[in-house]
């Protein structure tokens, strides 16, 4: 199971940090990844962070700005925002995978999902 948590609304320029808190998996070993849905728009990749090295991914579109990491002690996968822009506002979703593979990006990668959490970027 999947508890994602920390959304909100914030200012464009702000930041916020996501958390997903996981159960009953073996959480070393998996594969984290956020994506985001936005209103009218399909589900789409934000980042993924490997289980068995911690190698990280962005998509183009939040490099630099986005940071994945993973609390293996906590159970717990963080994303944090900065420098949000309004296109940011979305409900973020985080999944995770028993192995990984090349298709990070593509959401029937994973198994388990988080219920999601509203972020909203707005002044």
């Known amino acids: 199971q999947l508890q994602a948590s920390g959304g909100g609304l914030v200012q464009p320029g702000g930041s916020l940090r996501l958390s997903c808190a996981a159960s009953?998996?073996?959480?070393?070993?998996?594969?984290m990844a956020w994506f985001r849905q936005a209103p009218g728009k399909e589900r789409e990749f934000v980042t993924a962070i490997r289980g068995s090295n911690g190698a990280t991914r962005y998509a183009d579109s939040v490099k630099g700005r986005f940071t994945i990491s993973k609390d293996n002690t906590k159970n717990t996968v963080y994303l944090q925002m900065n420098s949000l822009k309004p296109e940011d506002t979305a409900i973020y979703y985080c999944?995770?995978?028993?192995?990984?593979?090349?298709?990070?990006?593509?959401?029937?990668?994973?198994?388990?999902w988080g219920q999601g959490t509203l972020v909203t970027v707005s002044s």
């Open positions: 999944a995770a995978a028993p192995s990984w593979n090349i298709y990070y990006y593509q959401h029937n990668s994973y198994t388990y």
């Open positions: 009953g998996l073996t959480f070393s070993r998996y594969s």
